[in-house]
């Protein structure tokens, strides 16, 4: 790389939020760059449930509340998507789901089966008769109802490989260390090494940082007080046997709150070998206890909820992460995607997997009002600067980088 590399826009932060960003932007004409400091999808993109919510889920409590009919339009902008009908083409990703599936047990089954009757619901939501269960429901020993939804589970570190490999040559792992605000228009970034001598310099005339958790960090060096963020921590079980004693399943079991009891997805780990990964109220619920406390806890919970299961061969683990977002007062969940713009500095958190289209619209709506020059030029980034500067590559996911099953 030649000293004082200037780049249009460069993108910090190589999850979904970035990745969507960069594949949006880069086709719309802007010159872009995206830096990852480790892997992409390496901490929440990768360790979501890869669940593409319509907002069902969170309609549980009787209405579509604002952030269910946010959330309405995902599913079907995602199909396209993985159909080659969308504004990012992710043809080389995989759905590990057509459907994900609502159960009940008995005591929940009369107020759900109300509510779903509600034709705000019906149009998305189909009730299964027993001789249309599959596994693990097909069971005698089941006695709840089970819903199908019509919206899809990805396999994330798919979707994330499908816009890797097409926009590669602008992906680059290097930890952005800092950055120094020039002027409105000219920020330098500051990385953690420098591959090339020490004058050398990089600088964004517009800056995108979707960073995550490492946004606040970005910005606190920056002296910006706005806008704020909240990390919302979560404690992910996940058990891993062979094939026939986890059946694949996406489900979500209800509880008496709008947050599932328990959602589990389903995960290949090897050819023989299913994991299970448990979200919803056991993750939250689970935060401060150790991971030996919340295997005890998802085990319990586990056996309370599919009693006709026999989860004695399976091995344990969990997972700490925390859900990194913007600071909402009282620190509940925000309800959607939130892009602040300061000069030509935007800050972008999607909220939700689901919502990252949502948030891209956003930020391309702040590039127009900035007026960012759509630059047909090539990148300032020679052959030998690339070399030396190497490219990101995907992360594994969770339990791939477990290294010790309880
Ligand atoms: C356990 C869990 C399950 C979830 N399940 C779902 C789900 O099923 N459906 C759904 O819709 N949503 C889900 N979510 C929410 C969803 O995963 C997140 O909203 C989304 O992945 C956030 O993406 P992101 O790109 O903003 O952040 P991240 O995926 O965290 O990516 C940020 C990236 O920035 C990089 N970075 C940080 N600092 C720097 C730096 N200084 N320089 C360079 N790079 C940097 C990091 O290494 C990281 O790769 C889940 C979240 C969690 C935690």
């Known amino acids: 790389?030649?000293?004082?590399?200037?780049?249009?826009?460069?993108?910090?932060?190589?999850?979904?939020?970035?990745?969507?960003?960069?594949?949006?932007?880069?086709?719309?004409?802007?010159?872009?760059?995206?830096?990852?400091?480790?892997?992409?999808?390496?901490?929440?993109?990768?360790a979501s449930q890869g669940i593409i919510h319509g907002g069902t889920k969170y309609a549980l409590t009787g209405k579509l509340t604002h952030s269910a009919q946010s959330l309405q339009q995902m599913p079907q902008r995602w199909k396209d998507c993985l159909d080659g009908q969308g504004e990012v083409d992710l043809r080389q990703a995989k759905k590990l789901s057509k459907y994900q599936y609502l159960w009940s047990n008995k005591s929940m089954a009369s107020r759900i089966t109300g509510f779903f009757a509600s034709k705000v619901m019906t149009s998305r939501m189909q009730h299964l008769q027993k001789k249309d269960f599959s596994a693990p429901f097909d069971q005698t020993d089941f006695n709840g109802e089970l819903y199908r939804l019509d919206e899809p589970v990805l396999d994330i570190q798919s979707v994330i490989e499908a816009i890797r490999e097409q926009f590669s040559d602008f992906i680059f792992q290097r930890e952005v260390k800092g950055i120094t605000e020039v002027s409105s228009d000219n920020y330098q970034i500051n990385f953690s090494e420098q591959a090339l001598n020490k004058t050398h310099r990089l600088s964004a005339k517009t800056l995108i940082l979707t960073a995550g958790a490492g946004n606040e960090k970005l910005l606190a060096g920056l002296n910006y007080s706005q806008p704020k963020m909240q990390r919302r921590p979560l404690l992910m079980p996940m058990l891993k046997a062979k094939k026939n004693i986890l059946p694949k399943m996406y489900a979500h079991c209800l509880g008496a709150s709008a947050l599932p009891r328990m959602t589990i997805t389903s995960h290949s780990l090897s050819a023989d070998q299913t994991v299970w990964y448990l979200g919803g109220e056991i993750a939250e619920q689970g935060v401060g206890r150790t991971i030996e406390e919340q295997v005890k806890c998802a085990k319990k919970e586990l056996q309370n909820l599919m009693p006709w299961m026999d989860f004695s061969q399976c091995q344990w683990s969990a997972l700490a992460i925390d859900r990194a977002e913007p600071k909402?007062?009282?620190?509940?969940?925000?309800?959607?995607?939130?892009?602040?713009?300061?000069?030509?500095?935007?800050?972008?958190?999607?909220?939700?997997?689901?919502?990252?289209?949502?948030?891209?619209?956003?930020?391309?709506?702040?590039?127009?009002?900035?007026?960012?020059?759509?630059?047909?030029?090539?990148?300032?980034?020679?052959?030998?600067?690339?070399?030396?500067?190497?490219?990101?590559?995907?992360?594994?996911?969770?339990?791939?980088?477990?290294?010790?099953?309880l």
């Open 1 to 46: 790389m030649r000293n004082n590399t200037v780049i249009d826009v460069v993108i910090i932060g190589g999850g979904i939020a970035g990745l969507w960003t960069l594949a949006r932007i880069r086709q719309a004409g802007y010159q872009a760059v995206l830096f990852e400091a480790e892997h992409l999808g390496c901490v929440q993109s990768g």
């Open 328 to 405: 909402i007062a009282d620190g509940s969940r925000p309800v959607e995607p939130a892009v602040f713009r300061k000069n030509q500095l935007i800050t972008a958190w999607p909220v939700k997997l689901a919502m990252t289209p949502i948030m891209v619209d956003k930020i391309i709506d702040e590039l127009e009002a900035a007026g960012i020059e759509k630059n047909a030029q090539s990148l300032p980034l020679d052959d030998k600067d690339s070399g030396l500067m190497p490219k990101a590559q995907t992360s594994q996911l969770p339990w791939e980088k477990v290294q010790l099953w």
